[in-house]
């Protein structure tokens, strides 16, 4: 089946820095997802993606989708100490009636004030 | 509007027992699905329901059962639990997006 690779695993960084985390695929997906869990919490949508070369901001995120469709990146500008958590991917896979997502297994971040 | 909801919280089992996680959405989601957490690993799919009267396996569905009472609930369910079992279950439901609920944390002892 799909799967999704995400770079880094986990990553420390200063308060304020940039953060680059990106998502790649063994096969074309249609639309990206990202997601932030917080400890203890289920997973938050931050941004969906539906063209290939497409780029989006949300606030002090941006993430891309890549023109081969088979990868994405996610940034983060001037990070805070809130911004600590597990970002993941996503990728929906047509079924019958339906779609099912398949995730990343996700980027760590921790953010040093 | 509460989103998706999910119950227990928190659940601690003796092995061999059985119970069921109840989920609910109020966003008039055709779909729903029912992941498992594991520690440092992403989400796996256990089962999933496209619509009312419709429920399918996913990636891990061994040891569990679905049902989607209707369109507003899904139940997973343990029919003899293990240790292998003990996880962060999460419920989702979808439109465009899939949007989740804020897990249940189970034990299996």
């Known amino acids: 089946g799909q799967q999704l690779n995400q770079s880094p695993q986990s990553m420390f960084i200063q308060e304020g820095e940039d953060v680059s985390m990106n998502c790649t695929s063994s096969?074309?997906?249609?639309?990206w997802l990202w997601y932030k869990q917080d400890p203890g919490e289920g997973p938050v949508l931050l941004i969906a993606l539906y063209k290939a070369g497409e780029l989006t901001s949300n606030g002090r995120l941006t993430a891309q989708f890549g023109i081969t469709r088979k990868d994405s990146f996610l940034n983060i500008s001037a990070s805070i100490p809130s911004d600590v958590g597990i970002y993941f991917c996503?990728?929906?896979?047509?079924?019958?009636?339906?779609?099912?997502?398949?995730f990343g297994t996700g980027t760590r971040l921790k953010v040093l004030a | 509007n509460a989103g998706v909801t999910q119950t227990p919280k928190f659940q601690v089992l003796k092995t061999g027992q059985s119970m069921t996680l109840q989920c609910a959405q109020d966003?008039?989601?055709?779909?729903m699905y029912w992941y498992r957490q594991d520690p440092g690993m992403g989400l796996r799919l256990i089962y999933y329901s496209a619509s009312e009267g419709t429920t399918d396996k996913g990636e891990v569905p061994n040891g569990y059962n679905v049902s989607r009472l209707n369109k507003r609930e899904f139940s997973l369910r343990l029919e003899s639990a293990a240790p292998s079992q003990t996880s962060v279950y999460f419920c989702a439901s979808r439109t465009t997006e899939q949007f989740f609920g804020p897990g249940t944390r189970l034990t299996v002892l």
């Open positions: 996503a990728g929906p896979e047509l079924v019958i009636g339906t779609y099912k997502y398949i």
């Open positions: 096969s074309i997906f249609n639309t």
């Open positions: 966003m008039n989601h055709n779909s």
